[in-house]
């Protein structure tokens, strides 16, 4: 089960993944990223702090925007992971394709800097 | 120990069993990093049979059987008795190539292999057997 949350800030979009994202669930995230493009946001952040577990499911989803985001020039950046949900990243190497950064204030300044 | 858990195949049900498996595992003393790996991997696998072997269906059955050995060897048993969806006969794509083509599929697999010490199959009394072990240090 999880609920997703979206704040804006200062022109960026911050989606918060609260609870756990698996096969049945990995279709929120998803309608709630495409939702984030069709409105035009170029800077997003996702709040992974109340994120409790991730499956392929859920990875997957962020994996088949990397190209898009690069094509429209948007920047994405993860924050806030717990340790075994990071971890989940790093086995299948991802955490060197997607932005994660451990703070939100850490993740603004990167997806500003990014932005230029 | 041995611990079982009959699940029927709907994707709703992937709590239960990760909490299933939470919950046999909690007396054996295994560290989070590893127990979390291993539920990610359990769900992996059981997502896949039921999207890849019963379409979803919630009236088919699935059997999650966990052994553990006196010497920390973690044996994993999924048993149904769909069309055998056999991981070891994917090779796992490269990363850069699920991004080029924008699939969201793929991901499971290479999270298993990389969790799990070893993934078999067999047949046993008409069923699919899966066994998944894992050695705990």
Redesign the interface.
């Known amino acids: 089960m999880v609920h997703i949350k979206r704040l804006q800030e200062n022109g960026n979009d911050v989606i918060a993944i609260i609870g756990e994202i698996d096969a049945s669930s990995s279709i929120e995230l998803d309608l709630t990223l495409a939702k984030s493009v069709g409105e035009g946001f170029s800077k997003i952040l996702i709040d992974c702090s109340s994120l409790e577990y991730i499956s392929s499911a859920g990875l997957g989803v962020f994996m088949s925007y990397i190209e898009e985001f690069k094509d429209k020039n948007i920047q994405m950046v993860l924050f806030g992971m717990k340790e075994k949900v990071a971890n989940t990243f790093t086995i299948l190497g991802l955490a060197e394709l997607l932005h994660i950064r451990g703070t939100k204030d850490e993740a603004k300044k990167l997806v500003d800097e990014l932005s230029v | 120990m041995s611990y079982q858990y009959n699940i029927g195949c709907s994707?709703?049900n992937?709590?239960g069993i990760?909490e299933f498996i939470r919950n046999s595992l909690k007396a054996h003393a295994i560290p989070?990093?590893d127990m979390?790996?291993i539920?990610?991997a359990l769900?992996?696998m059981c997502?896949n049979l039921?999207?890849h072997a019963h379409h979803c269906n919630p009236d088919h059955q699935l059997e999650l059987h966990i052994d553990v050995s006196e010497k920390n060897k973690l044996v994993f048993e999924i048993i149904d008795d769909g069309s055998v969806f056999d991981i070891n006969q994917f090779h796992s794509d490269k990363?850069d190539d699920?991004?080029?083509e924008?699939?969201?599929?793929?991901?499971?697999i290479?999270?298993v292999k990389?969790?799990m010490d070893n993934v078999e199959y067999f047949a046993r009394d008409g069923k699919n057997i899966c066994r998944l072990t894992k050695q705990m240090q």
């Open positions: 994707l709703n992937l709590k990760r989070e990093i979390a790996a539920i990610l769900d992996e997502s039921m999207i990363l699920l991004v080029h924008k699939r969201k599929g793929g991901l499971g290479r999270l990389s969790i």
